[in-house]
């Protein structure tokens, strides 16, 4: 899935996918006004409909991952031409090939967005040699030129866009100070939203400090309320996360009287009190302005659509859930006045000086890296203000 996006990209890499984003960017305007559905309304006359499959790894009301995509998938179900196939809770095993190969073969599928990281290598590229005239449109894949088929194009976000906006408002909702922030693995994308959330709240609240817990694993629930609950003992009154489904992480913090920030999709119907906001996908206008192109006959294959896509708030990747009843009028301004700094393409989150939790220069004074920068894919380390170490 995203979250086992562990691999290092290359400076070329990076360049290469910003020069695509800007392209992706520029093709047509980004859309979310679509209503759910599993089946368009029918395409102009003449034109045969898209039939586009989407396969999760997880249930497709997880409250996470999984939801943010099937939220996608229903957001672009009833555009004009446009029918959508739908399989869940598919492991990343060779039962992924057999339901990429059902979709094409008994539903007429041109198109599949196959979710989980994990399907990419080798599922996704498997599959697509064996089916050419499929789009293969994966999410956190990294697609590697010369090596890979043609017919495949890999996007993801920066999410840390949204943490870091989400670690203001904890910043100032806090009042003892402490943050807890439950984690599955220490690699580095999970590093980026842990040390990207803690910098978001320490430019408004520098007293604030982050103690993380990692899980292991990207969906124990047990582990999870364990931690939760760990934390409220320990004082710590704002929990956020990264794990698959941050369901048992934010319905724990409600019964235990604390603040919580969501992840990957809304949560907030499950904590009225102390839902705050959370970083969400908004896959919705990512697969809006692929379906975009697919209809004007652009594909991977002939060059119309860019083989690796990657995109924050200006590129319409990302979006906020809507600050709950806690949060101050303070915090909503400097919370949107961040926003507005992403949207204009403006905004640095990681510059210098800046050391890491034992008191390591991580980026120079006078040093800035910029969310595209590869350095940032490396990451291993925890900044100042979080307790914790990579790899506990």
């Not at 499959?53 to 997880?58: D, E, L, P, R, W």
């Not at 580095?188 to 709240?201: D, E, K, Y």
């Not at 949060?327 to 000086?353: C, P, Q, R, T």
């Amino acid at each position: 899935m995203n979250r086992r996006m562990s691999m290092h990209l290359s400076r070329r890499q990076i360049i290469r996918g910003i020069l695509a984003t800007t392209a992706f960017a520029a093709t047509t305007k980004f859309g979310t006004g679509c209503s759910s559905g599993t089946q368009s309304q029918a395409g102009s006359a003449g034109t045969k409909d898209l039939i586009i499959g989407f396969i999760y790894v997880g249930p497709k009301d997880d409250y996470g991952y999984n939801q943010a995509h099937a939220e996608g998938a229903a957001g672009i179900a009833k555009l004009p031409g446009v029918k959508i196939v739908e399989q869940a809770s598919v492991p990343e095993t060779t039962e992924v090939q057999e339901a990429m190969g059902s979709m094409i073969e008994q539903d007429g599928a041109t198109i599949l967005f196959p979710t989980s990281f994990g399907y990419f290598d080798p599922h996704v590229l498997k599959v697509a040699q064996e089916y050419p005239d499929v789009q293969f449109l994966h999410c956190g894949g990294l697609y590697m030129e010369g090596k890979h088929p043609k017919n495949i194009s890999t996007y993801f976000g920066y999410i840390d866009e949204a943490q870091y906006i989400a670690g203001i408002v904890a910043g100032q909702a806090t009042k003892s100070n402490k943050l807890g922030f439950i984690a599955a693995k220490p690699i580095p994308q999970v590093l980026r939203n842990i040390n990207s959330f803690t910098l978001g709240a320490r430019s408004v609240n520098p007293k604030a400090m982050t103690q993380v817990i990692f899980t292991g694993d990207w969906s124990l629930p047990v582990k999870e309320a364990e931690a939760t609950n760990s934390l409220a003992d320990q004082g710590i009154d704002v929990i956020t996360c990264h794990v698959d489904s941050p369901k048992v992480i934010v319905e724990t913090a409600e019964k235990r009287g604390l603040f919580a920030s969501g992840f990957h999709a809304n949560q907030s119907e499950l904590a009225p009190k102390g839902y705050l906001t959370g970083a969400e996908w908004d896959w919705t206008s990512v697969y809006t302005k692929y379906v975009e192109m697919l209809q004007a006959g652009k594909t991977t294959a002939n060059g119309g659509i860019p083989h690796l896509i990657r995109g924050g708030f200006k590129e319409g990747f990302l979006k906020l859930s809507p600050y709950g009843s806690a949060v101050s009028e303070d915090a909503k301004k400097d919370a949107d006045a961040a926003k507005a700094k992403f949207l204009e393409g403006n905004m640095v989150i990681y510059k210098g000086s800046l050391k890491d939790n034992t008191g390591k220069e991580v980026v120079a004074a006078g040093k800035e890296y910029k969310q595209q920068d590869p350095e940032l894919e490396k990451m291993n380390w925890l900044s100042d203000g979080v307790i914790g170490k990579v790899g506990s």
